[in-house]
């Protein structure tokens, strides 16, 4: 039988314990009513999956409904060319030699190359794809890995309903229901999954996130501090804004997909995303930094206690 004074600090140690959880369950679900907020205020239809990646926390609205993913789809894209590479059937290195015929519209980078003569590597098309979303550097990539290959890896990592079944462009696709689709859940378990490292290996897993986290215009960045790492690809159709990604947050790093349909103003559907990501950040911002107890510290701070 143990000392009392043993289960006495025992006790302390535990009560301290589920103190300082239960502060941060409030401060979650603060959050978690801020999105709700954003989602139930917007015109149009929203779906929200963000996870905590060290607690494993989420917060999710309409999960598991489909969204058309417009350029979002082309995270994707990405892992399925890193995937490939890896099981050595092409290499990152390989050139490309610019054609005309592979020209499709917002094609900012690549129609402005001089066609048959400019070689680029396959990681270069994939920068260009995920920083401007160049929709002809996608295309081709499409074309170099396979689209049934892309879906045929989705359904290794269980995800039945994020599917590729066009190329950019593609008017007479998209007329006919051919859209691309995912989930707010799936698109999240998808990121999860390349962030660790059950995909690939760690370089790999490394130089992919450093693509999808070059600078773009989009909005899960947009209120955030400069300098904050955070891999993500934004998609945009009439009536449709998306943006899914990983935020990189020191301490406490998060994955955060939302997805807009039915917009009546695209603009409203980007500003909803801009601040559930801002809200988000907060939140976790102040855990990354906080004492069980709820003590925030910031870099430099010497004020006396």
Same mark, same amino acid.
């Given at each position: 039988?143990?000392?009392?004074?043993?289960?006495?600090?025992?006790?302390?140690?535990?009560? &301290?314990?589920?103190?300082? @959880?239960?502060? %941060?369950? $409030? *401060?979650?679900?603060?959050? =978690?009513?801020?999105?709700?907020?954003? /989602?139930?205020?917007?015109?149009?239809?929203?779906?929200? &999956?963000?996870?905590?990646? @060290?607690?494993? %926390?989420? $917060? *999710?609205?309409?999960?598991? =409904?489909?969204?058309?993913?417009?350029? /979002?789809?082309?995270?994707?894209?990405?892992?399925?060319?890193?995937?490939?590479?890896?099981?050595?059937?092409?290499?990152?290195?390989?050139?490309?030699?610019?054609?005309?015929?592979?020209?499709?519209?917002?094609?900012?980078?690549?129609?402005?190359?001089?066609?048959?003569?400019?070689?680029?590597?396959?990681?270069?098309?994939?920068?260009?794809?995920?920083?401007?979303?160049?929709?002809?550097?996608?295309?081709?990539?499409?074309?170099?890995?396979?689209?049934?290959?892309?879906?045929?890896?989705?359904?290794?990592?269980?995800?039945?309903?994020?599917?590729?079944?066009?190329?950019?462009?593609?008017?007479?696709?998209?007329?006919?229901?051919?859209?691309?689709?995912?989930?707010?859940?799936?698109?999240?378990?998808?990121?999860?999954?390349?962030?660790?490292?059950?995909?690939?290996?760690?370089?790999?897993?490394?130089?992919?996130?450093?693509?999808?986290?070059?600078?773009?215009?989009?909005?899960?960045?947009?209120?955030?501090?400069?300098?904050?790492?955070?891999?993500?690809?934004?998609?945009?159709?009439?009536?449709?804004?998306?943006?899914?990604?990983?935020?990189?947050?020191?301490?406490?790093?998060?994955?955060?997909?939302?997805?807009?349909?039915?917009?009546?103003?695209?603009?409203?559907?980007?500003?909803?995303?801009?601040?559930?990501?801002?809200?988000?950040?907060?939140?976790?911002?102040?855990?990354?930094?906080?004492?069980?107890?709820?003590?925030?510290?910031?870099?430099?701070?010497?004020?006396?206690?």
């Amino acid at each position: 039988m143990k000392p009392l004074f043993y289960v006495l600090v025992l006790l302390s140690s535990s009560l &301290a314990q589920n103190s300082a @959880t239960g502060k %941060q369950q $409030i *401060l979650w679900q603060k959050l =978690e009513a801020s999105v709700h907020e954003v /989602s139930d205020h917007l015109d149009g239809v929203a779906g929200v &999956a963000i996870k905590d990646l @060290t607690s494993g %926390q989420t $917060i *999710l609205i309409a999960p598991d =409904e489909v969204f058309p993913q417009a350029s /979002s789809i082309k995270i994707a894209v990405l892992a399925e060319l890193y995937h490939q590479a890896q099981q050595g059937e092409l290499k990152l290195t390989d050139l490309y030699t610019v054609a005309k015929s592979d020209l499709v519209p917002d094609s900012d980078i690549m129609a402005g190359l001089t066609a048959g003569t400019t070689k680029i590597t396959l990681r270069d098309l994939a920068t260009m794809m995920v920083a401007v979303s160049d929709n002809s550097a996608t295309n081709v990539l499409i074309d170099r890995v396979g689209m049934a290959n892309v879906n045929a890896w989705l359904d290794t990592l269980g995800l039945p309903h994020t599917r590729l079944r066009r190329k950019m462009m593609d008017l007479k696709a998209a007329n006919e229901g051919r859209e691309n689709i995912s989930t707010p859940r799936e698109m999240m378990t998808l990121l999860e999954a390349m962030y660790r490292g059950k995909v690939l290996n760690r370089e790999m897993t490394e130089d992919f996130f450093q693509v999808l986290s070059t600078h773009k215009d989009s909005w899960i960045p947009r209120d955030l501090p400069g300098g904050l790492k955070i891999a993500n690809k934004p998609g945009a159709l009439e009536g449709v804004r998306n943006d899914s990604g990983i935020v990189f947050l020191a301490n406490r790093p998060y994955a955060i997909c939302v997805m807009t349909s039915y917009l009546r103003r695209e603009r409203e559907g980007e500003e909803a995303i801009s601040r559930i990501s801002l809200s988000s950040y907060r939140t976790f911002d102040r855990l990354a930094r906080a004492s069980e107890y709820g003590r925030v510290v910031s870099p430099g701070n010497s004020s006396k206690p």
